[in-house]
């Protein structure tokens, strides 16, 4: 039997507007592929790199970071630091090799369920060709 | 040339008056091609004083050290540290003063000009001099190295043997300083980045399988981030050696100790320290390479460093240790910062 790769995607969503917007878009009945493990964080600009790195150590394939609009943090700016860090990441993720695929960065408000299902099923249609990742995969 | 004589009467003065606690600085270690850190309390000593191409190491760790010291006298004494710093070093001086770490009273800031010249590769000196007893090394005359052998003189051109480091360096005069001793002129590299373009136009898996091959060397020895003047924290996430968890841990405790990083034989999680490493160290990092210079594996993790600084000066035009009045990279924000790849 040769079944399809199912990428394994964790999302950091800020509680405020990204987790409202997939909670939005599971109320309003849109469907998503069920590939994403989501995770409330407090703001995306609380998320560490070293979150990013642990989710692609322990398994995820995708990494999604979602947070509110610029201007619209619930915390004023935590989103615009997290911006400024996690291009950083970003671009040191690519460095060492892996598919830039693989990290994505997104914008979803409280309001843009829709958005929310799109951003995942781009998400996994890009990854699914990919494969696993092994690259920062531990072994066990 | 910056002049030996100089600084040692600079440091005698300083010594003499009592208006330092410690002078630090550089005598000669236990082999020609070697220096090592000094510590002097009084001025009968600064002789021993010297200011080579062999003197590499950055002296600023020494301030965080002297910091947590200072904390834990009861009377702790108030005047400050004399520091002979380098360009480089100067930058870390200045990266500590903007994070408030230290501060500025407690630093009496001795820089010194590398003027056309740096520090010279210990590895790349071997090579050029080949079999040759090797007794000495100064700084020559504009951009050469004069090497003394047992077979008599040599002058090497600094291209040669320079470190990787110094042929990119951008501060070869110390950005921070209270006496400055030497030349103040400026030297610009052709290709600041020089060393990390190769490696930007490999392809992904190229790139993976070399720093697969680095990492999987790592013995978590953890030698880069004791070496490395900015990795002050007082517990560092890959640290777990003192928290066991047994039958009587409880949930709340296991919860807020989480351990990121076991140090346990797990290749995978090499790569993980060393990206936590280099992203804890981005808009900080002032390329001494000390990391890469103290690595027992020879691992390149100053290249991970540099493509950093890289980013940071591409995508926000910031460079780490140059004003100490800035907010540093990660905890400041423009409008209108790159977001192209947030979708």
Do not use: G, H
């Given at each position: 039997m040769n079944e399809e790769f199912e990428p394994r995607i964790v999302a950091f969503l800020c509680k405020w507007c990204s987790s409202a917007g997939s909670d939005l878009a599971g109320v309003s009945r849109m469907e998503y592929p069920s590939n994403v493990t989501p995770i409330q964080v407090m703001c995306s600009g609380s998320v560490s790199p070293l979150y990013i790195f642990s989710a692609l150590n322990k398994g995820a394939d995708g990494v999604l970071v979602s947070g509110c609009h610029p201007g619209d943090c619930h915390y004023i700016k935590g989103n615009m630091y997290a911006r400024r860090r996690l291009a950083l990441v970003k671009n040191l993720l690519e460095f060492i090799g892996l598919e830039p695929q693989r990290f994505r960065m997104s914008w979803v408000s409280a309001a843009e369920g829709l958005k929310y299902t799109l951003v995942i099923k781009d998400l996994v249609k890009e990854l699914k060709p990919l494969g696993p990742q092994t690259k920062m995969r531990r072994k066990q | 040339m910056a002049n030996i004589e100089a600084l040692r009467q600079e440091a005698r003065k300083l010594l003499e008056e009592g208006k330092v606690r410690t002078l630090i600085g550089y005598e000669r270690g236990p082999s020609p091609w070697v220096s090592s850190p000094v510590f002097l309390k009084s001025a009968d000593k600064v002789e021993t004083l010297i200011w080579d191409p062999?003197?590499?190491?950055?002296?600023?760790r020494f301030l965080v050290d002297d910091k947590r010291r200072q904390a834990k006298?009861?009377?702790?004494?108030?005047r400050p540290v004399a520091l002979v710093v380098k360009g480089c070093d100067s930058r870390a001086v200045n990266v500590l003063l903007q994070e408030k770490?230290?501060?500025?009273?407690q630093v009496l800031v001795l820089g010194i000009s590398c003027e056309k010249t740096g520090m010279a590769d210990a590895k790349k000196l071997a090579k050029a001099l080949k079999s040759k007893k090797f007794l000495a090394v100064e700084f020559g005359e504009g951009d050469t190295f004069l090497v003394t052998t047992a077979e008599g003189k040599v002058s090497l051109p600094?291209?040669?043997?320079?470190a990787e480091r110094c042929r990119e360096c951008k501060a070869n005069v110390p950005v921070i300083s209270d006496v400055l001793i030497g030349d103040k002129t400026k030297r610009t590299p052709a290709k600041p980045f020089a060393s990390v373009e190769p490696m930007e136009s490999l392809s992904a898996e190229e790139r993976a399988n070399f720093w697969k091959e680095q990492f999987d060397r790592c013995i978590r020895c953890y030698a880069c981030r004791s070496v490395c003047?900015?990795?002050?924290?007082?517990?560092?996430?890959?640290?777990?050696?003192?928290y066991a968890v047994t039958a009587e841990t409880s949930a709340e405790e296991k919860a807020q100790k989480?351990?990121?990083?076991?140090?346990?034989?797990?290749?995978?999680e090499n790569i993980v320290y060393h990206l936590v490493r280099a992203v804890h160290l981005a808009g900080r990092c002032i390329d001494c390479a000390e990391c890469e210079r103290v690595c027992p594996m020879d691992i390149p993790v100053r290249f991970l460093n540099k493509k950093l600084e890289k980013d940071a000066l591409a995508l926000f035009g910031y460079e780490p240790g140059l004003e100490a009045g800035l907010p540093p990279l990660v905890s400041s924000f423009k409008d209108d910062d790159p977001q192209d790849f947030i979708r």
């Open positions: - | 062999t003197c590499v190491q950055n002296l600023v006298e009861r009377e702790p004494d108030k770490f230290i501060d500025r009273s600094a291209d040669q043997v320079l003047p900015m990795c002050y924290c007082e517990e560092c996430v890959v640290d777990s050696i003192n989480i351990r990121w990083i076991e140090r346990s034989s797990e290749k995978s």
